[in-house]
Every structure is written in structure tokens, then in C-alpha cells.
């Protein structure tokens, strides 16, 4: 089939048709001619013979033109291609006067062709049905009042309206309002997200119960969805190494091909074993069995649906070869921060002196964080949002120790236990040995003085991402294993983190080029390895290894760009879920390769010697591309299974 072709001209395959009914027109009339022939030639009717001729005519036209032009302009260019064999062998056919043989041949090779396409062509609107899910207008504000504008008219900063249950038509920024909102087609998160003012969205989500206003921040054509598309398809055009392996395969067996079924027409009548209509006969039929079309078609076929499948659930696979290579990963490195945690302190534990209650532990030391930019302050202040509001005068910082003010005319001091010594502070031997113990566990403890009283301690941690665990134990059934967390943080810190989530390594105060050591030492012991890092400082790790997979944050460049695979929301379950699909994709092209061969090796010696025929040879071969096909296209309703 013409598979052969598309595997030497991708871009083909993507400008041919997406595989709807109308394709099948070609095969149909072709065959409607073949079928009024056939019946002319009965007995029981007898029809002229001119009639007879200028039906299978017309059937060879109709069903071969399309073919015999690309074989045609293929063969120009040296490459022998399928699509010119199939034609040579029907012309063959009617030459002796089998002209129901060759009209069958094209007919099949034609419908064959149609289903192929009909079938790719699901998978690709797999990946397009995304692009139907932004609006194609949007609700602008304006000076007086509001607009409907098409999305391709937004501008950077423009502000849209979106009502409850309305889909966003662009990428922006919340402005006003609140409320959930379903980013599934996306990030492929089950449960929607809620927004409020600051917070990033996306074009083509769904927004809930409330009004949103959100200003423009990447024009339509740049939206997270519009590249995603993109993305999804340039990957179906970059090959893996069993697709480059079958076209390597192909360039070499397609002439062997040509010239075996030159000797199989010529030998056995020169040898007087054959009459030559019977040796012309079965060349063709070994020319039809051994033509590698299945074997041509198999790999694409399987790999876009694996794409198109990944994409539907939040993961971006940039083709074949990265696909095939999460199939075989056997270790797998995960930075910390941002990966196996939030990259988000929260407030862990709370400490108050004797006689100071907790509510006026978080108020003082909101007082001073209130006016502090660091991750820290935002974890204190949230902790803070129920407790009475205290404002303190004259904050300034403690460099490097914490932040001073004025709180009810004494001095407020809120940072490191540090201060405490420095300060004189009295400190009771029980709440000394809580904040040592802490401090040990890796904790960030903040020591609240007020008028040189200590009013207690507040420890803080980046706490490890609630699907971590679940996760890092699903990658241990599926044989991935060492697990090995790489960060810079210290080691009592990564040790107890390490231990939350159950990795079976940790390598911790590791600078920058101390992860790529260990990623390549991992390379050299286990051979094929993963890296899952947030796309920006674990770059190098993530080029290093076979796979580099980038946290992606909704969508950000870097993690688009960059990586070999991009997780669209920050959810280490998708990677266990991408491995399996990869070695379910690499089980389908195994049995597809299986197949496709197993039919051309069945099908040559059966034809040679004349126990199958030119008619049942194109049944069995074009059944057998079909069928790799169809069996590629189960990855798109693939589901990941877990074990209990």
C-alpha cells in the first residue's frame, strides 16, 4: 500500500486526506465496475465484450490512477515504490487476459488505501478535536461596555468576559472573579482548579459557577492549546528507531522484490518447469504477498495514536523516538523541588511559648511577613489568615536573619533561632530542644521575639506533592527501579522528604554539575534512564539523560520547548501513566512488525507454488495492513491499570 510511501514523505501522509467517509467513493465506483464486468462475463448473461472491456477500464482507472502517479513520481526519484508494483502487476494480469484478477487487485489495494486513511485519520482528529475546544469568539470590554470579537482579533492585555459554564477563549491572566475551572483539556486533571485574581488560565478550559475577567496574555495562535496541537503534530512526522529500521528494511527489499518476481516470471518457463501464463500468474501473486505495505504502515500507525492518546490526558510526547525510549527507561532521577514537592513552603509546625496562644503567635508574625516578598512570608501570612490582624510600623530587614518592626511600642523580631542567642533571649529547655529537633527534620524555623520575650517558633517545610508516594510505588511495579531523588537541599531535609515518598535513593547538596554526574553514572548502569525535573534549573540533568521529562507547570515555554516530554500539570501520577502507555505502544508495534512480516513470509512460498492465488493473495495482504492499523488504534482507548 501506500504506506511505503508515506514512510519516505511524511508530510504526505498529513496532506492526504483525514480519513473521512468521501475516501471511500474511489474503491466504491472502482468496484461497482469491477462487479457489472464480472457479471457480463457469466453465461447467463453474456454481455458484449466491448462493454466487458470498457468496465475494467474504467475499474483500472478509477482505482489505480492515483497509485500509478505516485509510484510514477517515486520511481523518478529511484526509490521503487509499492504503489507502481501494485500497477505493474494488475497491467501484468490483464496482459493474459486475467483482467478480474488485476481489476480485483486495484479494487482491494484502492479500499485498502481508503481504510488505512479513514483509520489515521481518527487518530488525528484525536489530536484536532482540541483545537475545537476554544471558543471562536470572545466577549471583549471596552470603553462602553463589551464586544464580541473573534479570538484571532486579541490583543496582548485586552480584558474578556467569561460567564459561568463558558469556555475561555484565550490564554491570560484572572483580573476579577473567582471560581473553578475544568483544565482537563489541558493538564488532563479529573478535578477543576479554582481561580482567583493573579492566577494563570487557559484557552479552551471550562470555566464553573463564577464570572471571570481575565486579561489577554498570549494571542491565539500562541495559546498553551494551539501549541500543543503543533507539538502533537510534528511529532508524528519524528520517527523512532523501529519505523527508521522498516524504511532502512524496505530500501533494500523492495528491489530484492522486483527481482525475485522477474526470476519467478522468467526461470520456470526457461527451465520448462512452468507454461509462462502460469509462472507470469504466480509472480504476480508472490509480487502482491511480498510487497512490504503492513510493515510500512505498522509503526506510524501505532505510534501517532500512542501520541494522540498521551496528549488527551496532560502529557506531550515529542514523537516516536521518545516514546519508544519511555518504553525502556529502567531507573529514573527526580530533582526536588518543584518535582517530588510543591516548591512551596507551608507551615509544618507550630511552637508557642507557655502562656501565648497560637492565633497571637501567627498574628505577630504576620505583622512583620506582611511585608516581606519571600516564599516564606506568603506560607506564614496564609497560615495567619484566621488570626486577629496586627500591623506593625518602621519593618525593615534583619540581613540575612529575619525582618525587625514596632508592634504596641516595642521592638518585633521574627527569623532565624539565630537571633535568639544573639538577642539574650531566655528560651526553656522544652521549647530548645523542640526547635533542635526540627531544625534536625529539616524544617525552616521562624523564632517570633516581642519586647525580648520569645512567643514561640513557626517550622516550615516544602511538603512533598500529595500523588508522590503513589507514584514513585506505581513505577516500582512497573519495574522502574532505583528511584534516586538528586537536589542541592540539605541532607536532612532530602533524606526525610526522601523517606515521605518512598525513593529508593538520595543524593543530596548536589551542585548543578553533580546532577549530570550521577545522571550519566545512572546511564552507564542501567542504560536507558529517565529525568523528571521542572524544565528550568534541572536543564542539564534533563538533556543528559535518555528521556528528560519537564514538570510543565500549565504550559510554560521552557517546559514545552525543551523537554522530550512535558507534563501539563504538575502530576507525577501522569509519568507511571506515560510509561505504561510506552510499553504498551512498544507491545503494539511488536505484534504489528510480527504480523506484517509473518503475512509476507506466509505469502511468498505460497504463491510460488501455486496454493494461493493472485485473489486470495490481495485478500490476505491488504486484511494484514488493515489490521495493523486497527490494532495501533486500541492505544487510543488505552487505561492505565494499576495494581492494588
Not at 487557559?202 to 503543533?230: K, P, Q, W
Not at 527489499?253 to 516470471?265: D, E, F, N, Q, S
Not at 526522601?498 to 538520595?506: C, E, L, P, S, Y
Not at 504538575?570 to 510480527?594: E, G, H, M, T, Y
Request: glycine content about 10%; proline content about 5%.
Amino acid at each position: 500500500m501506500s504506506g511505503v510511501h508515506h514512510a519516505h514523505d511524511p508530510s504526505a501522509e498529513a496532506d492526504e486526506g483525514e480519513g473521512g467517509v468521501g475516501g471511500l467513493l474511489v474503491p466504491a465506483a472502482a468496484g461497482l465496475c469491477l462487479a457489472v464486468a464480472w457479471c457480463l462475463q457469466r453465461e447467463w448473461i453474456q454481455g458484449p465484450w466491448e462493454v466487458q472491456r470498457l468496465l475494467f477500464v474504467a475499474a483500472y482507472l478509477i482505482a489505480g490512477t492515483e497509485a500509478f502517479v505516485r509510484g510514477v513520481r517515486m520511481a523518478v526519484r529511484l526509490h521503487l515504490d509499492v504503489d507502481f508494483l501494485m500497477v505493474v502487476a494488475a497491467v501484468g494480469a490483464a496482459w493474459i487476459g486475467r483482467w478480474v484478477d488485476g481489476g480485483l487487485l486495484l479494487f482491494l489495494f484502492a479500499l485498502g488505501n481508503a481504510l488505512e486513511h479513514y483509520a489515521m485519520g481518527q487518530a488525528r482528529k484525536a489530536i484536532r478535536a482540541l483545537g475545537q475546544l476554544a471558543p471562536r469568539v470572545a466577549r471583549r470590554r471596552t470603553s462602553s461596555g463589551e464586544e464580541e470579537v473573534p479570538v484571532e482579533r486579541l490583543a496582548l492585555g485586552d480584558v474578556v468576559l467569561v460567564r459561568p459554564g463558558e469556555r475561555l477563549p484565550a490564554d491570560g491572566e484572572v483580573l476579577a472573579g473567582s471560581g473553578a475551572v475544568d483544565q482537563s483539556p489541558i493538564t488532563g486533571e479529573s478535578v477543576p482548579v479554582e481561580k482567583t485574581p493573579g492566577d494563570e488560565v487557559f484557552a479552551g478550559t471550562v470555566n464553573g459557577d463564577g464570572s471571570l475577567e481575565v486579561s489577554v496574555t498570549r494571542r491565539a495562535e500562541d495559546s498553551t492549546m494551539a501549541r500543543m496541537i503543533r507539538l502533537v503534530e510534528e511529532a508524528q512526522h519524528q520517527k523512532g528507531r523501529t519505523q527508521r529500521a522498516a524504511e532502512r528494511f524496505t530500501a533494500i527489499y523492495v528491489p530484492c522484490v522486483v527481482a525475485g518476481t522477474v526470476a519467478a516470471m522468467a526461470l520456470p518457463p526457461l527451465l520448462g518447469w512452468l507454461p509462462f501464463e502460469e509462472s507470469l500468474l504466480r509472480a504476480i501473486a508472490m509480487l502482491v504477498g511480498a510487497s512490504p505495505c503492513a510493515l510500512a504502515i505498522s509503526t506510524p500507525a501505532a505510534v501517532l495514536a500512542g501520541v494522540a492518546r498521551a496528549a488527551r490526558s496532560g502529557v506531550l510526547i515529542k514523537g516516536g523516538l521518545h516514546l519508544e525510549s519511555l518504553a525502556e527507561i529502567r531507573a529514573l532521577a527526580m530533582d526536588k523541588t518543584g518535582t517530588i514537592t510543591a516548591g512551596r513552603p507551608v507551615v509544618a509546625a507550630v511552637v508557642p511559648a507557655p502562656g501565648v496562644e497560637q492565633a497571637r503567635l501567627f498574628a505577630l508574625a504576620a505583622a512583620l511577613e506582611r511585608r516581606s516578598e519571600h516564599p516564606i512570608a506568603h506560607a506564614v501570612v496564609a497560615a495567619a489568615e484566621n488570626a486577629p490582624r496586627l500591623e506593625a510600623t518602621d519593618v525593615s530587614a534583619i540581613r540575612g536573619k529575619g525582618l525587625q518592626g514596632v508592634l504596641e511600642g516595642r521592638v518585633l523580631e521574627a527569623g532565624s533561632p539565630r537571633l535568639l542567642a544573639e538577642r539574650g533571649t531566655p528560651v526553656t529547655p522544652e521549647i530548645q530542644a523542640r526547635i533542635e529537633a526540627l531544625d534536625r527534620e529539616g524544617h525552616t524555623i521562624v523564632a517570633v521575639i516581642h519586647g525580648g520575650v520569645l512567643q514561640g517558633a513557626i517550622a516550615l517545610s516544602d511538603r512533598p506533592r500529595p500523588e508522590a508516594e503513589r507514584a514513585i510505588r506505581r513505577l516500582h511495579q512497573l519495574g522502574v527501579r532505583p528511584v534516586i531523588m538528586l537536589t542541592g537541599d540539605r541532607r536532612a531535609v532530602a533524606e526525610q522528604v526522601g523517606r515521605a515518598v518512598g525513593v529508593d535513593q538520595v543524593q543530596a547538596e548536589l551542585l548543578p554539575e553533580d546532577k549530570i554526574e550521577h545522571v550519566r553514572s545512572l546511564l552507564q548502569r542501567h542504560g536507558a534512564i529517565a529525568m523528571v525535573g521542572d524544565g528550568v534549573n534541572a536543564a542539564p540533568a534533563l538533556a543528559m539523560a535518555t528521556v528528560g521529562v519537564a514538570m510543565g507547570r500549565g504550559g510554560t515555554d521552557v517546559a514545552l520547548e525543551a523537554a522530550d516530554v512535558a507534563l501539563m500539570a504538575d502530576d507525577l501520577d501522569r509519568i507511571p501513566f506515560a510509561v505504561a502507555l510506552a510499553r504498551f505502544a512498544r507491545s503494539v508495534i511488536r505484534q504489528n512488525v510480527l504480523v506484517s512480516m509473518g503475512m509476507v513470509l506466509l505469502l511468498i512460498p505460497l504463491t510460488l507454488t501455486g496454493l494461493v492465488n493472485t485473489t486470495l493473495a490481495v485478500i490476505m495482504h491488504e486484511g494484514s495492513t488493515v489490521a495493523v492499523v486497527i490494532n495501533g488504534l486500541r492505544l487510543l482507548a488505552w487505561r492505565d491499570r494499576p495494581q492494588a
